[in-house]
């Protein structure tokens, strides 16, 4: 999660995993500038220390990490103190992998949102089914304490969040996800901020352009303010033009006063938009 950021009294997130009581509210980013975002990740990178990973199969996990002093660090980011230093495991590497994801709302108002992965995939196929079989033991962001540190039997963590945004009413005015390993946090917070915040629609939303901050370095598509990053001495990596390196996000938004539904596949990862 990232560390500018605010609980939000009017949306709230619902996590789709294997805990139910993973429910947790939107967390609302004043995104005034690349530099709050930028720096905003950054902090959510230094959070990712060893004992942050080893506690991740914790039950207790959910409680620990909602009581995370939000309010705190957003001011420190605020004021001008760059939260500084390299960032999480795991290093910005395209990966031209085989994640996809669906977003679906329907006229009543009912999502769903799925993300399905092979990873990298392994190569190999199980005999007499056509499954490929991923490659999640041998995936570096998944195993930042090093390869084969997870006991046997453990459910392995991942970088996928298939998301859904709820109004005060409980409706779903926005389903998404993403690709894109490390990437996936950033690409989701980016394109979350745009609709409820910049009002854009779907297909706005998610062909906007944007960065990304790992071990380092700011990495940048076309289109990003980046006055503020530069000022502030911050080393940005531009990429020419919108690359898959950003995640791959697809996103259904309903509007909640009329009930029209706006869809944004991702141009990045040959996304696309189908009404039935």
Known sequence: MYG???????????????????????????????????????????????EFHRGLHDEDYVRRFLATDFDSLADRIREGEWIG?????????????STTHISVI?????????????GEGSGVVVPGTGVHVNNMMGEQDLSPLGFF????????????????VLGTDGAVELALG?????RI?????????????HRMEAAEAVGAPRLHFEDGLVYAEPGIDASGLEASGRTLAWFRDLNLFFGGCQAVEREPATGALHGGGDPRRGGAVVAA
């Open 4 to 50: 500018d950021l605010k609980a939000n009294p009017v949306f709230k997130v619902t996590a789709i995993t294997r805990r139910r009581d993973a429910v947790f509210q939107l967390l609302q980013m004043p995104w005034e500038n690349a530099w709050l975002g930028a720096a905003a990740t950054e902090a959510a990178n230094l959070r990712r220390t060893d």
């Open 85 to 97: 230093g390299s960032g999480g495991a795991g290093g910005p590497v395209d990966r031209l992998g």
């Open 106 to 118: 329907d006229g009543d108002g009912w999502a769903c949102s799925v993300t399905c992965t092979n």
């Open 149 to 164: 540190t997870h006991p046997p039997g453990r459910r392995l963590p991942s970088m996928m969040a298939p998301t859904v």
């Open 178 to 182: 993403s690709a894109g390993s490390n």
């Open 185 to 197: 946090r950033s690409a989701l917070l980016q394109v979350i901020v745009n609709v409820l915040d």
